[in-house]
C-alpha cells in the first residue's frame, strides 16, 4: 500500500462536517475506505447497524458513527445523528481530481461560436462545441468533445463531462451534473401513420432542467412535442435510462439505471423508482410512490408502494410455472367450478 | 408570453398541407400548440375524440379538425380526414432552427480524408470525421463531433446529429434520421468457447438502413457476422433499441424505447413493437404483429397481438402472489387431483 | 457479385488454424460465408448438426468441418474437433479493415498531455483527447473522438472505437476492445438522503479491467465508491449494459445485451448471464451459472441454471392471465381450503 497524503486532520473534518469529535484532533486523515478496507490514516464510517459486527476488526484512524453506538468505536470518532448524510459530505472532501480540466480555461481546440456567451471562469475541454447563442454561467465546466446546442442555457457551477450532446432550446439548471453520454433534446418518438408510412411530427419543445440534477452516463432525455420535458430540482437519474417527450419528473425524485419511462407520463416528487422498470405514455404517478426494480407500469399508481415481475427461480422450476401461467385464467375457472360442486363458498 | 412572430397565414397553411380553409385566410399563425395551452396565434388540433370536450375553452386561433367535428370548432379550421396526419405535416413546417448548422458548410476543424466523396451542398460540423472513401449525398448533415468509418455511403438529405458513430462499410439510405449516441456497425457479439476461453468471431459483415429510417438517440445496430444487418425503408427506431447482427427489421416498423433484439432474429414488416421488450435471437416475426412493451418474446410470433408479464400491483400483496408463482406448476397439479377426487371434468 | 481477391490459399488456412486440410492445398479463398450464401472462393463452416442437410446445396469452395462428418461435405476441408472455434480463429484472418486507422499513427488533430506516455507504435485518431498522465501500451489503437482521462492506463494491442469515453483513475488490460459509446468510470449512483434532499456520495474508487475484455457499444461501466469496480480477464460484454458501482465480474463471464447490474454485486466466473436481465444489488452469483434472458434477479443465486418472467402469449389471452396472477394469492387459499373440504391431502 502507498503512503497516502494527508489531506485533512480530524478537527477540520469535525468543522468542515459540523459534526463533534470524539478523540484527537490531529489525527491526520488520508482517504476515506469501507469499515473492512480501511487501515491506517482513513476515516470510515458505521451507517447500517448490520455491520456493527465489523468494528472489533477494523482498523480505521477514526469512524462517522451515530451517537448511540459511539461507545462501540475502536478508534476516533466523528459523531453525526446522520452517519451516512456525514459520509456523502466528507466523500465530497476527497475529490480526488478536477473531473473535467484546471487548464487552461478554454482549451485551444474548442469550438465556440461567436454568439454564445461564457462567464469568465468557465472551464471548456478539447474539442468541446458551442454553438450560437448557447450561455454558460460562472463555474461551469463543459467537457471534451461535449456538443452545446443553440440557444442552450446552461447555469452556474454544472459539470458536464466529456461527450455530452446537448441539442438546441434546452435549459440546464445550476449544480447539475450530467455525465459522459448523456444526450438531452433528442427527438421525442412521435408520428402520424397515413396508412402507408409514418409522418414525423416535429418536435417543437424543449426540456427543461431543474438545479442540483444528476443524470448517469448514456441517458436520453428527448425535448417535447409541443410544449416541454420537464425535469425538476434535485431529480438523480441513474445510467441508461430513458424518459420520453413531454415527460414531468418531479422534484428529489430518484431514477435507478435503465429504466425507461415513455412519453407525457408525469411523476411525483421524492418517488423512488427501481433500476430497469418499465412505465407506459400518458400516465401519473403520485408523490413518494416508490416502483420496484424491473416493475412493468401500465396503470397510473397512486400513494404507496408498486411492483411486478416473478422472482428468479430454477430454470427447470420456471419453465413448468411459466407453462402454467398461460393457464391461469383456465385454472381459476376450474377452481371456481370445483368451489361449486363442493358446495365450498368463495 | 413573448410576442411570437407571424410564420404563415391560415391560408398559405391550407394551400401547403393541401386540407380545407374554414375561416379567415389572412389569420397570422406564429406556432403550434396543445388544445389546452394554445393561444392567439397559435394551431391546434384535435384528433383523439377523447379530447372534443376542451373544445369549448380552446384559445388557439385555428384547429386541424376531422369534417365530422368542424362545427363544433370555436376557430378557424384546416379541415382533414387525417387530422394527426395534417397535424405532422404541420409539424414540419414550424421547426425552428436547423439542427446541425447553416454556416459554414464545412467546418474547418472537422477531418476529413481525401478520398472521401462529399456532395456540394452537404454541411459538415465542428471536430467531425469523414475516413477515406466514405461518400455522403446531396443535402445530407453531419453532426458536430459525428464519426463515419471507411467505405460509408450515405444517401441524400440525411441528417446525423451529433456525436453519431458510424463504423466502417455500412450504407445509409436517403432522408434517414439519425440522433446523437447513435452506433451503427459495432461488432456482432459473437464468440466461440474452447472450453477455457472466448474466442472472438470477427464480424465481417455490414449494416444497410434504407430510406426514410429514423433512428433514436443511443440507440445500436451490430454489423453482421457474415451477411449484412439490415433495417428496410421507413423503419422507425426510439432512443436506447439494440439490435444484434444479422437481424432483418421489415419496412416501416415502429420498434419504441430500450427494446433489445437479439441477434439473427427477423422482424416483419408494419410492426409495432413496444418499449422495454426483449427478443430473443433467431425468432421469425410476422408482419403487422404488435407486441406490448416489456414482452419477453422467446418464440416466433404469427400474427396478431402478443404480450407477456405481468401487471404492476401493490408491493404487499405482489410479494405474496409471486411465491405462488413459484408454486404455480404444484398448485396445477393439486388442482388436478382435486378434480380426479371430486369427479368434476376438466 | 464482384468478384473478390485470393487472401489465403487453402493450404495456408490449414497451417494458420492448424487444423487437417483434406483436398487441394492450392484452392483460393477470398472469403467466408455460411453454408447457404457461400459460392466460389469463399469457405464456409459446418458447426451446428442442425444444418447438415444444408451441406448438398452448398458451394463453397471449402469447408470447416468436425471429422465425423467430413465425408459428407461436397467439397474440400480444414477437419476440425472444434469447428465453430476453428472458424472463430479464420474470421479473424479476413478481417477487411484496420477498425480504427493506419496512417498517419498520431493524428495532427488529436490533443494529448504533454504529461500522457504513448509507446511508439500507438495510433491515435482525429480529435482524441488524451488526457494528463494516462499511459497507453504497444499497439493500443485509440478511435477518433475517444477521451482518455486523467491517469488513465491502457495496456498493449487493445483497440478503444471512435467516441469512447473513459474518465480519470481507470485501468484496462491488454487486448481489449471497447466498442463507441463505452463509457467507464462515471460515477456510481450514490445518494444520501437528508430528509429533504440527495446528498451525493463522491465516487471515489476507480475501475479495473482486466486483459482480453470486449465491451459493446454503449455499455457503462461505473467507477466504484471506495473500493474500484473490476471486471476480470476474459469477459465479454454485449452492447448497452450496465455495471453498476464496485461490482466484480468474474473471468470470462459472457453478459448479453442491454443487462442491468446494480451496484456491489459479485459475478462468478465463466457464467453465461442472458440479455434484458436486471440483478439486484449486494448479490453474490455463484461461477458458472446461467442466467436466462430477461431474468429479474433479486436474490443470489448458487449454481445451476436460473430464469424468471412470463412467456409471450397473444394479448388477448395474457390479459386475462395477468388478472388472475393478481389474484394468486388468493387462489392458492381457495385451493387449500377446497383440499380440507374434500379431504384431500397435498
Same mark, same amino acid.
Given at each position: 500500500v502507498e503512503k497516502k497524503q494527508v489531506l485533512y486532520t480530524l478537527g477540520e473534518l469535525a468543522k468542515l462536517l459540523d459534526v463533534t469529535l470524539s478523540g484527537q484532533a490531529d489525527i491526520g486523515i488520508s482517504g476515506l475506505a469501507t469499515l473492512k478496507t480501511a487501515g491506517p490514516g482513513q476515516l470510515s464510517f458505521l451507517s447500517? /447497524?448490520?455491520?456493527? #459486527?465489523?468494528l472489533s476488526n477494523c482498523h480505521a484512524s477514526a469512524l462517522i458513527i451515530h451517537p448511540d453506538q %459511539?461507545?462501540? #468505536?475502536p478508534c476516533a470518532c466523528l459523531i453525526s445523528d446522520a452517519p451516512y448524510v456525514t459520509y456523502a459530505r466528507a466523500s465530497q472532501l476527497f475529490? =480526488? *481530481?478536477? /473531473? *473535467? #480540466?484546471?487548464? =487552461? %480555461?478554454?482549451?485551444?481546440t474548442a469550438s465556440i461560436s461567436a454568439s454564445a456567451k461564457l462567464s469568465a471562469d468557465v472551464i471548456v475541454g478539447a474539442h468541446a462545441i458551442i454553438e450560437d447563442r448557447a450561455t454558460i454561467g460562472a463555474g461551469s465546466r463543459i467537457g471534451a468533445g461535449t456538443s452545446i446546442g443553440r440557444d442552450v442555457s446552461i447555469g452556474k457551477n454544472s459539470i458536464l463531462y466529456a461527450n455530452v450532446t446537448i441539442y438546441h432550446q434546452v435549459s440546464i439548471g445550476n449544480n447539475c451534473i450530467l455525465h459522459s453520454g448523456v444526450i438531452i433534446g %433528442?427527438?421525442?418518438f412521435g408520428f402520424a401513420f397515413d396508412g402507408a408510412r409514418s409522418i414525423k411530427i416535429a418536435q417543437l419543445g424543449g426540456v427543461r432542467i431543474g438545479h442540483d440534477v444528476e443524470i448517469g452516463a448514456s441517458s436520453t432525455i428527448d425535448r417535447g412535442a409541443l410544449d416541454d420535458t420537464i425535469i425538476e430540482q434535485g431529480v438523480k437519474i441513474d445510467n441508461q435510462v430513458q424518459i420520453g417527450h413531454n415527460c414531468i419528473i418531479g422534484k428529489h425524485t430518484i431514477i435507478c439505471g435503465c429504466t425507461c419511462i415513455a412519453g407525457s407520463t408525469t411523476v411525483g416528487s421524492y418517488c423512488m423508482i427501481g433500476g430497469a422498470s418499465a412505465f407506459a405514455g400518458h400516465l401519473t404517478i403520485a408523490d413518494k410512490v416508490t416502483v420496484s426494480a424491473m416493475a412493468m407500469v401500465t396503470k397510473s399508481l397512486g400513494p404507496g408502494a408498486w411492483s411486478s415481475g416473478t422472482g428468479v427461480m430454477e430454470s427447470s422450476i420456471w419453465r413448468k410455472n411459466v407453462v402454467r401461467f398461460s393457464q391461469l385464467n383456465e385454472m381459476s375457472k376450474r377452481l371456481r367450478e370445483l368451489e361449486r360442486s363442493t358446495d365450498v363458498k368463495e
Open positions: 447500517n /447497524p448490520r455491520y456493527t #459486527s465489523q %459511539a461507545d462501540k #468505536s475529490t =480526488p *481530481v478536477d /473531473p *473535467v #480540466s484546471d487548464t =487552461p %480555461a478554454i482549451h485551444p %433528442a427527438d421525442g
